[in-house]
């Protein structure tokens, strides 16, 4: 394992002039192959046309790209693709080509699994079981961006964060992503098309706040009731929505930014006229705008999807408080790329025969 070669994307641009510099190369070469690597996003060693063959093979006696690869991509009938995505170490995520007459969005994840158990969630079902480091992540959009361009001859325009894994309990891999994917050095996207999906952690939001992060945040909410928030997302009994609320009233001070509630409406669980006024008064903590999103069923479980009028109802209570709210169908319900429904199906069959 001593002889094990080391990822070099995991290396800086600083310590890559440094290896150069260690075996007698010149520091630009470090520049070369950095841009080879971020900006254009090779793959091989060989593939680097300004590198001296001498120095193709220093890199490949050193280092490995543990570049992802997609393993299966199923097409939806609305156009959607999903990506079964095989990581280095052969562990398996999924992410989401959802395109519109507008733009093209690449659903990303962010963790293999999920430990935040969300009971209308199909991942909640995978334990988690590592962390994506930032090229996994950066490799899930690039596959995109050529799918895009590939299928629809359109560029990739946005970014979301609501594949697999909660992006706030991977932090720092998170973040380093997306600074590679907004860097002129990488794919030179604009912060403004991302939007990074949580639960709500509340020290995050604030920390992302300090840091000054340029995307956009979106809070999947469900709930503005902590009994039934409790119900929906255990991860509420530790991170309530007081503490929530004050965590975005942080946010907004320090950025300015408003954010966006996703907000899924079940029958019998949320859907009376009790929990869409409470929703419209958490709304106006802070500037905010609802997404209410389609159920996806996971099964043949509890939760089902509210009846249209119910979805009718939180619309006018919000609207009539000043809030907007946009229904939101979802796409790719026949391939199981909807929201909340990612999950391996291979690793979701050997979780249940265990």
């Not at 334990?127 to 490799?139: A, H, S």
């Not at 380093?176 to 794919?187: M, N, R």
């Not at 979802?330 to 391939?335: E, K, L, M, V």
């Amino acid at each position: 394992m001593e002889n094990q070669k080391k990822d070099i994307r995991k290396f800086s641009l600083a310590e890559l002039e440094e290896f150069f510099l260690a075996h007698g190369e010149k520091k630009f070469r470090a520049k070369q192959v950095y841009e080879w690597l971020w900006n254009k996003s090779l793959k091989n060693f060989d593939e680097m046309s300004n590198i001296s063959l001498s120095t193709r093979e220093l890199l490949k006696t050193h280092f490995a790209i543990n570049h992802i690869h997609v393993d299966l991509m199923q097409h939806s009938s609305d156009g959607t693709i999903k990506n079964a995505v095989k990581l280095y170490d052969n562990k398996i995520v999924e992410s989401v080509l959802i395109p519109t007459t507008k733009r093209i969005t690449a659903c990303v994840s962010s963790q293999v699994g999920c430990s935040l158990d969300c009971n209308f969630c199909a991942t909640a079902r995978l334990k988690r079981m590592r962390n994506l480091n930032p090229d996994e992540i950066y490799d899930q959009v690039v596959a995109i961006k050529d799918e895009a361009e590939t299928y629809f001859q359109r560029p990739l325009t946005n970014i979301v964060f609501m594949g697999m894994g909660e992006p706030l309990l991977n932090y720092n891999n998170v973040i380093e992503a997306i600074d590679k994917i907004t860097s002129p050095e990488g794919l030179g996207m604009a912060p403004r098309r991302i939007t990074l999906s949580t639960v709500g952690i509340p020290k995050m939001i604030r920390k992302m706040a300090d840091d000054e992060v340029k995307f956009n945040l979106a809070i999947s909410l469900h709930s503005a009731i902590n009994e039934t928030r409790s119900r929906l997302m255990p991860i509420n009994d530790s991170n309530p929505l007081e503490d929530l609320a004050e965590s975005l009233k942080y946010w907004y001070q320090k950025t300015k930014r408003k954010v966006t509630y996703e907000y899924v409406i079940w029958q019998g669980v949320n859907d009376d006229e009790k929990h869409a006024k409470a929703l419209a008064k958490f709304c106006k903590i802070i500037p905010s705008k609802v997404n209410i999103i389609q159920y996806n069923p996971i099964d043949e479980g509890e939760f089902r999807q509210a009846k249209q009028e119910a979805v009718e109802m939180y619309v006018r209570v919000l609207e009539s408080q000043g809030i907007i709210a946009k229904v939101r169908k979802s796409r790719g319900q026949d391939i199981d790329a909807a929201c909340g429904q990612l999950a391996n199906k291979n690793e979701v069959a050997q979780l249940a025969t265990n």
